[in-house]
């Protein structure tokens, strides 16, 4: 698998999103992206009940473990590495979770503006 260059949305070395619990979509640590990475899991995010609660509904429980998988289930304070198009969904409904912009791959940027992003970071603020 091909690994696009580890670089953060600030332009510099992205740094790792969370290895407790492990995340990425090369399950790294990181927020690394490729081609084979189809729904950009880009997006550092420290998780919320409020994001936890609105990913549910939209269909995707993060919350709820899924031994089968090794998924141990997402609890508020986990960091995570999320889909862009997911965070900017749950933005638009008021509900995105906080952003660590040094964590967070430069490909997010193709999806949602960098001024988005910072007003949810939480190494910006």
Same mark, same amino acid.
């Given at each position: @698998?091909?690994?696009?260059?580890?670089?953060? !949305?600030?332009?510099? %070395?992205?740094?790792?999103? $969370?290895? /407790?619990?492990v995340t990425g979509f090369y399950r790294d640590g990181c927020c690394n992206t490729g081609p084979d990475d189809k729904g950009l899991h880009t997006v550092c995010i420290e998780v919320t009940a409020e994001f936890l609660a609105f $990913?549910? @509904?939209?269909?995707?429980?993060?919350?709820?473990? =899924?031994?089968?998988?090794?998924? +141990?289930?997402?609890?508020?304070?986990? =960091?995570?590495?999320?889909? %862009?198009? =997911?965070? !900017?969904? %749950?933005? +638009?409904?008021? /509900? !995105?979770?906080?952003?660590? &912009?040094?964590?967070?791959?430069?490909?997010? &940027?193709?999806?949602?503006? &960098? !001024?988005?992003? =910072?007003?949810? +970071? &939480?190494? @910006?603020?």
């Open positions: @698998m091909k690994i696009d260059d580890s670089i953060n !949305a600030l332009g510099e %070395a992205l740094q790792p999103c $969370s290895n /407790a619990p $990913s549910k @509904m939209r269909g995707n429980d993060l919350s709820t473990p =899924r031994p089968e998988f090794g998924f +141990a289930g997402l609890k508020p304070g986990d =960091r995570w590495c999320l889909c %862009a198009e =997911r965070w !900017a969904e %749950a933005e +638009a409904h008021e /509900a !995105a979770p906080y952003v660590i &912009l040094q964590s967070t791959h430069i490909k997010t &940027l193709e999806i949602i503006p &960098l !001024a988005v992003l =910072r007003h949810k +970071a &939480l190494d @910006m603020n």
